[in-house]
């Protein structure tokens, strides 16, 4: 009876490096989600800006006129709205890469998917699935009360 005594009171073997508080773990949650929603958004507003781009230049007669509807600029629009986009992107990527205690680089790596097409879409994939491995290898400790 007292071997199994101590076995419920030994301390379950994990990795030192997994330990997270409860704080930081709900923050990381809600960074992914944050994350994933802008990188969904930002990837949108560049591509929008990609075919805009491609029209105004290649394809339309005179590119100084090509998307002006009356007094609205259309291509000046798209090109604020995805800066804006962009700038709230780079918010949430650096949310993430702090919860996450991720190194700077991998911080570029994030920054640099939103401006070129598609790889936010594909860098997004990858980093849910990241980032729901390591918080499922997490060991949660709760602050003593």
């Not at 490096?17 to 930081?24: A, D, E, G, M, P």
């Not at 709230?88 to 919860?99: D, E, M």
Request: hydrophobic share 50%; glycine share 4%.
């Amino acid at each position: 009876m007292s071997e199994e005594h101590e076995s419920l009171d030994s301390r379950p073997d994990f990795d030192e490096n997994n330990v997270w508080s409860v704080k930081r773990f709900t923050s990381a949650r809600n960074a992914l989600k944050f994350y994933r929603v802008m990188a969904f958004i930002t990837g949108t507003m560049l591509l929008i800006l990609t075919v805009e781009m491609i029209y105004k230049y290649l394809i339309a007669a005179d590119s100084a006129t090509a998307l002006n509807f009356g007094g609205f600029n259309l291509a000046a629009a798209i090109a604020i709205c995805h800066g804006w986009c962009y700038v709230v992107y780079l918010i949430g990527c650096f949310w993430l890469n702090q919860q996450m205690r991720w190194t700077l680089g991998r911080y570029l790596i994030l920054a640099l998917a939103g401006v070129v097409p598609v790889m936010s879409f594909i860098l997004e994939r990858r980093i849910h699935r990241q980032v729901d491995a390591e918080l499922e290898a997490a060991v949660v400790v709760a602050p003593k009360s």
